[in-house]
């Protein structure tokens, strides 16, 4: 099995690629295959560019993302709602021929020093729909007060955490080969 994840946070220590982080080693213990997809050199959605043909660099993402079973989104929340720079890849990616969400199972996960990034994780649901994704609905990976659960550095350290995260990837795994029935 190969998973797929995207970080919504583009900063080199950020708390979401320490998720991230966290379940390629998590998923690594269960033989499964994990792969960053990087979208940070995605240009600004604009249909006129668009119109030209799509970016290198959102056919490479792509096509990560269309070798993946699953995918997982870890992002924070800015504004009560998706962060800028992954809603805008999302728009890239939704504009591929035979986009990679559909039909996948998608595990959505946030942290931040509040809530735990539940608005932001509801409005990429809704937009998930669109897509035809199929979200992990249990558990929500809504990591509370995150500054106490990750270094410097970005990477979690907080032991019910990462407990929790290996739960999260059980179910992604489980609706993963559910959807491929």
Sequence with gaps: MKIAGISGSLRKHSIHRGVLQSVAENLATKGVEFTEVEIGDFPLYNQDDNAQGLPTCVLRAHQKLAEADAIVL???????????????????????????FSGK?????????GLGTARSQYHLRQILVFLNA????????????????????????????????????????????????
């Excluded at 924070?76 to 986009?99: C, F, H, M, T």
């Excluded at 199972?105 to 020093?113: C, D, E, K, L, T």
Aim: charged content about 20%; proline content about 4%.
């Design 74 to 100: 870890a992002s924070p929340e800015y504004n009560y709602s998706v962060s800028g720079v992954l809603k805008n890849a999302i728009d890239w990616l939704s504009r591929v021929e035979n986009q990679a």
């Design 105 to 113: 199972a998608v595990s959505i996960m946030g942290a931040s020093p």
């Design 134 to 181: 199929f979200v992990v609905n249990k558990p929500e990976v809504m990591i509370t007060q995150a500054m106490s659960k990750f270094d410097q550095q970005g990477h979690l350290i907080d032991a019910n955490t990462i407990e929790f995260l290996d739960k999260a990837t059980t179910s992604l795994i489980q609706l993963s080969k559910q959807l491929k029935k």
